[in-house]
């Protein structure tokens, strides 16, 4: 088997990152908005806001970069965990138009015979990328195009950054392992970005996604 590449995908699981510490935290109050300031790790930092008046929250990362000391690439993905029974389903957009019913470890017009129950559950997101229960919908938008999933019911996930040591063979011919030079000094990429949470009672959070 091939190891995650420019191209490929395949993680040999999900592991979660674990602090060194106790997480950290600010929390800053304002006329407009409130922040929370997070310290994941000494490369993963997290800010959410709450706008006043907005019924959505914004979160920022920045992640980078990302450690390699240890000889194992990885892939760095974000979750977001509910209560909500979601069986097995979750929608993500098709190129940014139609949202599409997936279904974990499943397809419609074959038997699928699960062996990458990580890889074989992605999708790209565009748009964004939501699920729902009996009375809710939980909605998430992006600011690019990133992968994303759902591999536990309530659950959803997204893909925010890659740092690999090996060529998957598939014609870039070297491992998706970017740097940064200054004065001979290199380093991996690190990135920034932000995606956008929702809660709507079930059957309205359309509006919300279409016209974020």
């Known amino acids: 088997m091939k190891a995650s590449g420019a191209y490929v995908f395949r993680p040999n699981g999900s592991y979660p990152l674990k602090s060194e510490r106790q997480v950290s935290y600010t929390v800053f109050r304002g006329p407009v908005l409130d922040e929370v300031h997070q310290q994941i790790t000494p490369w993963i930092n997290q800010i959410t806001r709450v706008y006043k008046g907005k019924e959505h929250v914004e979160v920022e990362f920045t992640v980078g970069p990302i450690p390699i000391d240890d000889g194992i690439g990885k892939e760095v993905a974000t979750q977001i965990t509910t209560t909500m029974k979601t069986n097995k389903t979750f929608y993500t957009d098709s190129n940014g138009r139609d949202f599409i ?7 419609t017009d074959w038997d699928l015979q699960v062996k990458q129950p990580v890889a074989g559950n992605y999708y790209p997101i565009n748009l964004g990328l939501y699920m729902e229960d009996s009375k809710t919908e939980l909605s998430v938008l992006v600011d690019r195009s990133v992968g994303g999933s759902s591999l536990a019911d309530g659950q959803m996930e997204l893909m925010l950054h ?3 040591l090996f060529d998957d063979s598939k014609g870039v011919a070297e491992a998706l392992n970017e740097t940064v030079c200054v004065d001979n000094e290199c380093q991996g990429l690190t ?3 932000n995606f956008y949470l929702r809660i709507d009672p079930l059957g309205e959070g359309a509006k919300w996604r279409r016209s974020f």
Request: aromatic share 8%; glycine share 8%; hydrophobic share 30%.
């Open 162 to 164: 890659r740092r690999l």
């Open 191 to 193: 990135i920034k970005g």
């Open 101 to 107: 019913k997936r279904i974990r470890d499943f397809r």
